[in-house]
């Protein structure tokens, strides 16, 4: 398939999708900048569509813009707020000019396991998190699951000291700048849109993804090899404007979130296995991952858990206290 070929299928998608929406129903488009397919964001996208386009047939109608093919995570929520857009997940990296909360989910080595993470969720502080941008227009509706970051550059990570110097890209977030700089690297916010192109040319030396971002973005590809530290997780929030909820006849609203949360139980019990897949996809394709010994991640520990301190005003130590007691 040539280039123009895929750039023709892909806008046929599109209008295929936009065309299918008959008058007078609801037009849900929901955007986002991960892969479509083999990805827990994509798939979880692409099932709400399909449920909404079907159990809402007349009253709405659900397009997904996925791969950034719409809006960037940095845009899309001031999209959301304009109305041009009425759904998305950024990663919760990305909700920090409308409430510093959800940085907990940011504190390198926080949680163990996205286990820990979905309890933390699921307690009422986790649960009260959903409303915490209301005063900014948005509203947070279900968190969604990736899994666990892993961390590559155009050499091996063994130890925090390997990092030193290198720059990475992270999300923009002023916690994993914070984490980066514990350890003597270089951060550099970028859009997920241009990280592959940033590894492959030099702008960056480095980055921490999920293993089914890693795969579905290829950035193994253009890195020495993963390092598998675990060290912090990648998740979701999936999020309306206040005004557009509004907006809608209760009973319609209603129904658009009750399949959401149907959706969201589905598939977040099926993020894990997706990442091993993928984890099991970048080893099939001759990438090399490096797992760490217990005494070489408790180095890493050391080194990136100050941070904690710096941020501990914003998230409130009960918070931190709470997320501890579950991992223990
Ligand atoms: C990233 O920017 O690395 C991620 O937030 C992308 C995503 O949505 O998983």
């Not at 909404?52 to 960037?72: I, R």
């Not at 979905?118 to 948005?138: P, V, W, Y």
């Not at 050499?155 to 994993?176: C, N």
């Not at 998740?235 to 979130?257: G, I, P």
Request: proline letters at 2%; glycine letters at 6%; charged letters at 20%.
């Amino acid at each position: 398939i040539t280039a123009t070929a895929a750039i023709v299928a892909a806008s046929f998608t599109a209008n295929a999708a936009a065309a299918s929406c008959e008058e007078g129903e609801i037009v849900i488009k929901f955007a986002h900048v991960t892969a479509a397919v083999n990805h827990p964001k994509g798939i979880a996208a692409s099932l709400l569509e399909s449920r909404v386009n079907e159990e809402m047939n007349g009253v709405a109608c659900m397009e997904v813009y996925p791969n950034s093919t719409l809006y960037d995570d940095n845009k899309v929520l001031e999209a959301m707020l304009q109305g041009d857009v009425q759904l998305a997940a950024p990663s919760l990296s990305k909700f920090e000019k409308f409430t510093k909360q959800y940085r907990i989910f940011d504190l390198p080595f926080m949680f163990k396991s996205v286990a820990a993470v979905d309890e933390f969720q699921f307690s009422d502080a986790g649960q009260a998190m959903k409303d915490s941008m209301q005063n900014r227009g948005l509203q947070g509706l279900q968190f969604w699951h990736n899994g666990m970051k892993q961390l590559s550059a155009n050499k091996p990570l063994i130890l925090p000291t390997d990092a030193e110097g290198l720059k990475f890209r992270v999300q923009s977030s002023d916690v994993l700048v914070a984490q980066m700089d514990a350890i003597g690297a270089s951060p550099q916010k970028m859009a997920f849109a241009e990280v592959y192109g940033a590894l492959q040319q030099g702008v960056v030396d480095g980055q921490e993804n999920t293993w089914t971002n890693i795969f579905g973005k290829k950035f193994f590809e253009v890195q020495d090899g993963i390092t598998e530290t675990n060290h912090g997780i990648l998740d979701y929030m999936v999020v309306a404007s206040v005004d557009w909820l509004d907006s809608l006849d209760a009973d319609v609203r209603d129904q658009l979130l009750t399949i959401l949360e149907e959706v969201t139980i589905t598939r977040n019990a099926e993020a894990t296995m997706l990442n091993e897949e993928a984890k099991a996809s970048v080893i099939a394709a001759g990438s090399e991952v490096r797992e760490l010994t217990v005494e070489q991640r408790a180095i890493w520990v050391e080194a990136m858990k100050p941070v904690w301190e710096q941020f501990s005003g914003d998230v409130g130590q009960e918070n931190i206290d709470a997320a501890q007691a579950i991992n223990a």
